[in-house]
């Protein structure tokens, strides 16, 4: 192995390079895979790609670390209480919409609004769908588990834990979905500024995602922004199954 030379922090800025290299790969793995065998079946490669690489990950990282694993986790970890994992998580999901927001704006400054919202649209068309199959394996959902499994895969996506959502009217085939605090929009009213036009993406959003969960599920929209909305919420979406259950 050559040796590089390097100072400590040119070599662990290289150290997180590496890293965001191996994310990237991993991604164009699972677009590749997605495009040659569709969604479900790349959902499922990856799956067991993700159990393998993550056991691999843990185990050599802790070797040259020198911290315990506990049933593949970092022991330290374990040893958190539960408010101080959820505060890890909330973290997590917090880094996830940070990194979201910083991909449009990089877009948008270089190449103008209307750009940006073409990019932010299209990749949620791909994420929400993935998002939603990776839902359905953490709780074993079924092929159709109808709206009740809908509003219970809800609270487990990213958004459920960064912003703050509620349900009403809720029946056995239909239900309204409210995101009551965004902190993407609630930060922009801090400042001063108008509502984030999202309903075009919110429609590929909420619509792919009700519809990987179950492809019963239709999805109407309540209101959006740039749509006048109460203060209680900035967008509200009705999901819904049809009596004919038409695909």
């Known amino acids: 192995m ?30 590749e895979v997605k495009d040659n065998f569709g969604a479900e079946r790349a959902a499922e490669i990856m799956e067991e790609a993700w159990q393998k ?50 991909w449009f704006q990089a877009v948008e400054f270089s190449e103008g609004m209307k750009p940006a919202k073409k990019c932010n649209d299209a990749a949620w068309g791909k994420f929400s769908p993935y998002e939603a199959l990776r839902i359905k394996k953490i709780l074993s959902l079924s092929e159709h588990p109808g709206i009740a499994g809908l509003k219970k895969a809800m609270a487990y996506r990213l958004y459920g834990t960064v912003n703050t959502q509620s349900f009403a009217n809720e029946t056995e085939n239909s239900i309204d979905f409210f995101m009551n605090e ?43 922004p740039p749509d006048v909305h ?9 999901f819904y199954i049809s009596s004919n259950n038409e695909e």
């Open 230 to 238: 109460p203060d209680n919420w900035y967008c509200g979406w009705q």
């Open 2 to 31: 050559e040796k590089l030379e390097l100072n400590k922090k040119e070599n662990l800025g290289l150290v997180f390079d590496f890293m965001q290299r191996t994310m990237v790969h991993y991604a164009l793995w699972y677009q």
């Open 182 to 224: 965004c902190r993407v929009q609630s930060a922009r009213k801090r400042k001063g500024l108008d509502d984030y036009p999202c309903k075009s993406g919110g429609i590929i959003e909420y619509t792919t995602f009700a519809k990987t969960i179950d492809s019963h599920i239709k999805t109407r929209i309540i209101g959006c």
């Open 53 to 102: 690489s993550f056991s691999i990950q843990m185990k050599r990282l802790s070797k040259v670390l020198g911290f315990e694993l506990e049933d593949g986790i970092p022991k330290a970890l374990l040893e958190l209480d539960d408010e101080k994992i959820d505060e890890l998580r909330e973290a997590v999901a917090v880094n996830w919409l940070a990194n979201d927001g910083v």
